[in-house]
Protein backbone atom coordinates (compact mmCIF):
# COMPACT_ATOMS: atom_id res chain seq x y z
CA UNK A 1 0.00 0.00 0.00
CA UNK A 2 1.49 3.17 -1.10
CA UNK A 3 2.26 5.63 1.44
CA UNK A 4 0.14 8.37 1.96
CA UNK A 5 1.02 12.03 0.88
CA UNK A 6 2.02 14.36 3.48
CA UNK A 7 -0.61 16.83 4.34
CA UNK A 8 0.67 19.78 5.75
CA UNK A 9 -1.71 22.95 7.72
CA UNK A 10 -2.04 25.69 5.52
CA UNK A 11 0.22 27.95 6.73
CA UNK A 12 -2.01 30.78 8.57
CA UNK A 13 -2.66 33.81 6.69
CA UNK A 14 0.06 37.36 7.21
CA UNK A 15 -1.46 39.62 9.31
CA UNK A 16 -2.06 42.54 7.60
CA UNK A 17 -0.15 45.30 9.28
CA UNK A 18 -2.41 48.38 8.33
CA UNK A 19 -5.49 46.50 10.67
CA UNK A 20 -4.74 46.29 14.07
CA UNK A 21 -6.28 43.68 16.51
CA UNK A 22 -9.22 43.97 17.85
CA UNK A 23 -7.92 44.29 21.49
CA UNK A 24 -5.22 46.44 20.80
CA UNK A 25 -7.44 48.41 18.87
CA UNK A 26 -9.53 48.38 22.44
CA UNK A 27 -6.79 49.52 24.31
CA UNK A 28 -5.60 52.15 21.93
CA UNK A 29 -9.14 53.76 22.20
CA UNK A 30 -9.08 53.52 25.69
CA UNK A 31 -6.09 55.38 26.15
CA UNK A 32 -7.57 58.25 24.18
CA UNK A 33 -10.73 58.57 25.82
CA UNK A 34 -8.72 58.76 28.79
CA UNK A 35 -6.40 61.36 27.44
CA UNK A 36 -9.38 63.21 26.46
CA UNK A 37 -11.34 63.02 29.77
CA UNK A 38 -8.19 63.99 31.63
CA UNK A 39 -7.23 66.93 29.37
CA UNK A 40 -11.01 68.18 29.46
CA UNK A 41 -10.96 68.05 33.49
CA UNK A 42 -8.02 70.39 33.59
CA UNK A 43 -9.24 72.69 31.04
CA UNK A 44 -13.04 73.14 32.10
CA UNK A 45 -11.61 73.29 35.78
CA UNK A 46 -9.08 76.24 35.09
CA UNK A 47 -11.25 78.21 32.48
CA UNK A 48 -15.00 76.62 32.55
CA UNK A 49 -16.63 74.50 30.39
CA UNK A 50 -16.79 76.95 27.24
CA UNK A 51 -13.21 75.57 26.08
CA UNK A 52 -13.58 74.93 22.69
CA UNK A 53 -12.90 71.21 21.68
CA UNK A 54 -10.57 71.66 19.02
CA UNK A 55 -8.67 73.10 22.32
CA UNK A 56 -9.13 70.36 24.41
CA UNK A 57 -8.07 68.18 21.26
CA UNK A 58 -4.87 69.97 21.31
CA UNK A 59 -4.13 69.76 25.08
CA UNK A 60 -4.69 65.73 25.16
CA UNK A 61 -2.42 65.43 21.68
CA UNK A 62 -4.86 63.77 19.87
CA UNK A 63 -6.77 65.01 16.13
CA UNK A 64 -9.85 66.41 16.44
CA UNK A 65 -11.73 63.36 14.50
CA UNK A 66 -10.63 61.31 17.73
CA UNK A 67 -11.82 63.41 19.91
CA UNK A 68 -15.65 63.44 18.00
CA UNK A 69 -15.51 60.17 16.97
CA UNK A 70 -15.62 59.09 21.46
CA UNK A 71 -17.63 62.29 21.98
CA UNK A 72 -19.42 63.79 18.88
CA UNK A 73 -20.64 67.09 20.82
CA UNK A 74 -19.84 69.67 23.79
CA UNK A 75 -22.68 67.88 25.97
CA UNK A 76 -21.15 64.53 26.10
CA UNK A 77 -18.06 65.39 26.52
CA UNK A 78 -19.00 67.40 29.55
CA UNK A 79 -21.37 64.80 31.28
CA UNK A 80 -18.62 62.04 30.95
CA UNK A 81 -16.32 64.53 32.44
CA UNK A 82 -18.41 65.59 35.64
CA UNK A 83 -20.47 62.14 35.76
CA UNK A 84 -18.27 61.19 39.04
CA UNK A 85 -18.83 65.09 40.77
CA UNK A 86 -22.61 64.85 39.98
CA UNK A 87 -22.65 61.26 41.68
CA UNK A 88 -21.26 62.21 44.56
CA UNK A 89 -23.64 65.05 44.72
CA UNK A 90 -26.86 62.91 44.90
CA UNK A 91 -24.48 60.65 47.52
CA UNK A 92 -24.37 64.06 49.27
CA UNK A 93 -28.09 64.45 49.08
CA UNK A 94 -28.79 60.56 50.64
CA UNK A 95 -26.20 61.19 53.30
CA UNK A 96 -27.90 64.52 54.25
CA UNK A 97 -31.41 63.27 55.02
CA UNK A 98 -30.30 59.91 56.38
CA UNK A 99 -28.28 62.03 59.04
CA UNK A 100 -30.01 62.12 62.26
CA UNK A 101 -29.31 65.96 62.64
CA UNK A 102 -30.88 68.04 60.07
CA UNK A 103 -29.33 70.93 60.77
CA UNK A 104 -26.21 69.13 60.59
CA UNK A 105 -26.66 67.16 57.53
CA UNK A 106 -27.91 70.54 55.35
CA UNK A 107 -24.35 71.95 57.00
CA UNK A 108 -22.49 68.70 55.49
CA UNK A 109 -24.42 68.96 51.95
CA UNK A 110 -23.75 72.52 51.59
CA UNK A 111 -19.64 72.07 52.64
CA UNK A 112 -19.69 69.45 50.43
CA UNK A 113 -21.23 70.78 47.31
CA UNK A 114 -19.44 74.60 47.94
CA UNK A 115 -16.17 72.66 48.00
CA UNK A 116 -16.25 71.17 44.88
CA UNK A 117 -17.23 74.07 43.03
CA UNK A 118 -14.59 76.20 44.17
CA UNK A 119 -12.04 73.94 43.33
CA UNK A 120 -13.98 73.25 39.74
CA UNK A 121 -14.67 76.14 37.74
CA UNK A 122 -16.63 74.04 35.47
CA UNK A 123 -18.40 72.00 37.87
CA UNK A 124 -19.58 75.10 39.89
CA UNK A 125 -21.11 75.65 36.07
CA UNK A 126 -22.68 72.65 35.36
CA UNK A 127 -23.81 71.72 38.42
CA UNK A 128 -26.21 74.82 38.47
CA UNK A 129 -27.38 74.41 35.23
CA UNK A 130 -26.07 76.29 32.81
CA UNK A 131 -25.01 73.67 29.98
CA UNK A 132 -28.45 72.09 28.52
CA UNK A 133 -28.29 68.19 28.46
CA UNK A 134 -25.17 67.80 30.62
CA UNK A 135 -27.75 65.74 32.91
CA UNK A 136 -31.25 65.07 31.98
CA UNK A 137 -31.67 68.86 32.74
CA UNK A 138 -35.50 68.78 33.63
CA UNK A 139 -35.62 65.52 36.31
CA UNK A 140 -32.10 66.61 37.43
CA UNK A 141 -32.95 70.17 38.13
CA UNK A 142 -36.56 69.19 39.64
CA UNK A 143 -34.60 66.34 41.80
CA UNK A 144 -32.31 69.06 42.89
CA UNK A 145 -34.69 71.75 43.91
CA UNK A 146 -36.90 69.21 45.53
CA UNK A 147 -34.18 67.59 47.91
CA UNK A 148 -33.11 71.31 48.34
CA UNK A 149 -36.59 71.94 49.94
CA UNK A 150 -36.74 68.46 51.74
CA UNK A 151 -32.96 69.61 53.21
CA UNK A 152 -34.87 73.16 54.04
CA UNK A 153 -38.15 72.11 55.74
CA UNK A 154 -36.59 69.23 57.87
CA UNK A 155 -34.03 71.57 59.71
CA UNK A 156 -37.14 74.37 60.10
CA UNK A 157 -39.29 71.48 61.44
CA UNK A 158 -36.59 70.31 63.85
CA UNK A 159 -36.46 74.78 65.13
CA UNK A 160 -32.50 74.93 63.77
CA UNK A 161 -33.48 76.91 60.95
CA UNK A 162 -34.72 80.14 60.50
CA UNK A 163 -38.25 80.28 59.79
CA UNK A 164 -38.05 83.43 57.23
CA UNK A 165 -35.17 81.37 55.33
CA UNK A 166 -36.14 80.50 51.75
CA UNK A 167 -34.98 77.01 49.78
CA UNK A 168 -33.46 79.84 46.93
CA UNK A 169 -31.20 81.22 50.03
CA UNK A 170 -29.49 78.32 49.03
CA UNK A 171 -28.87 78.55 45.06
CA UNK A 172 -27.96 82.46 46.38
CA UNK A 173 -25.12 80.63 48.30
CA UNK A 174 -23.90 78.62 45.16
CA UNK A 175 -23.68 81.65 42.98
CA UNK A 176 -21.93 83.63 45.25
CA UNK A 177 -19.54 80.41 45.57
CA UNK A 178 -19.22 79.47 42.45
CA UNK A 179 -17.55 83.11 41.85
CA UNK A 180 -14.39 81.88 43.70
CA UNK A 181 -13.59 79.24 41.07
CA UNK A 182 -11.07 80.34 39.02
CA UNK A 183 -8.72 81.29 41.97
CA UNK A 184 -5.69 80.09 43.29
CA UNK A 185 -5.49 76.46 44.40
CA UNK A 186 -4.50 77.89 47.79
CA UNK A 187 -7.65 80.91 47.45
CA UNK A 188 -10.36 78.68 46.37
CA UNK A 189 -10.95 76.61 49.20
CA UNK A 190 -10.17 78.74 52.28
CA UNK A 191 -12.50 81.62 50.77
CA UNK A 192 -14.91 79.11 50.01
CA UNK A 193 -15.26 77.66 53.49
CA UNK A 194 -15.26 81.09 55.09
CA UNK A 195 -18.23 82.43 53.17
CA UNK A 196 -20.20 78.99 53.93
CA UNK A 197 -19.27 79.43 57.39
CA UNK A 198 -20.49 83.10 57.82
CA UNK A 199 -24.09 82.14 55.48
CA UNK A 200 -24.62 78.96 57.49
CA UNK A 201 -24.12 80.85 61.03
CA UNK A 202 -26.64 83.65 59.47
CA UNK A 203 -29.04 80.79 58.18
CA UNK A 204 -29.08 79.32 61.92
CA UNK A 205 -32.32 80.36 63.85
CA UNK A 206 -32.28 82.68 66.92
CA UNK A 207 -31.06 85.55 64.62
CA UNK A 208 -33.63 88.23 65.31
CA UNK A 209 -33.40 90.98 62.32
CA UNK A 210 -35.84 90.26 59.57
CA UNK A 211 -34.37 89.47 55.79
CA UNK A 212 -35.81 91.01 53.01
CA UNK A 213 -37.69 89.13 50.70
CA UNK A 214 -36.15 86.30 49.18
CA UNK A 215 -35.14 86.19 45.41
CA UNK A 216 -37.08 84.56 42.87
CA UNK A 217 -33.96 82.31 42.20
CA UNK A 218 -34.49 78.96 40.49
CA UNK A 219 -32.30 76.38 38.24
CA UNK A 220 -34.63 76.79 35.33
CA UNK A 221 -34.11 80.77 35.77
CA UNK A 222 -30.20 80.42 36.01
CA UNK A 223 -30.16 77.93 33.34
CA UNK A 224 -32.36 80.13 31.43
CA UNK A 225 -30.43 83.47 31.76
CA UNK A 226 -26.63 82.55 32.51
CA UNK A 227 -26.21 83.24 28.24
CA UNK A 228 -25.14 79.46 27.75
CA UNK A 229 -23.69 78.37 24.64
CA UNK A 230 -25.00 76.36 22.44
CA UNK A 231 -23.55 72.47 22.30
CA UNK A 232 -21.62 72.73 19.46
Not at 124 to 151: K, M, N, T, W
Not at 211 to 225: K, M, N, V
Request: proline content about 9%.
Amino acid sequence: MPAQPSRKAPAPPRADPSVAAPGALRADARKNRERILRAAREAYAVDGIDVPMTAIARRAGVGAATLYRHFPSRVELITAVFAEQFAQCVAAFDEAFEDPDPWHGLCSFLDKVCTAQAADRGFGAAFLGQFPGVVDIESERDGAEAGLARLVRRAKDAGQLRQDFDPSDIILLLLANVGLAGQSPHVSPAASRRLVAYLLQSFRAGQTNPLPPPAPLTLRQIQEHAGVPGPG
